[in-house]
């Protein structure tokens, strides 16, 4: 099963972001290496510069999804206001339908 990670940024973060920004695609590449990940990218606002992160992920249940999320190098230097996890369903463009 999908589940998305809608994460919103703090204000004025921007510099914790890009300090955590290797670690975090680190953490991105294992996930993709195990099969895990199914896309990812950053939210952008009017100005250009990140504003969160969008995630897809596969997970058996939605508390191991939300381990995957707690586990992001971003969200444990503290730099979202608000992260939610949800099932998602990928009907068109799925690469694996």
Known sequence: MH???LCTDKLGALQVRLDTRPEHLAYL?????EGKLAFAGPF???DGKP???LVVVKA???EAARALAEADPYAKAGLFANVEV???NWV???PEA
Do not use: R, V
């Open 3 to 5: 589940f998305a990670f």
């Open 29 to 33: 590449n294992k996930l993709n290496e």
């Open 51 to 53: 504003t969160g992160s």
């Open 60 to 62: 058996e249940t939605i």
């Open 44 to 46: 952008l606002g009017d």
């Open 86 to 88: 949800k099932a998602w």
């Open 92 to 94: 068109f463009n799925n």
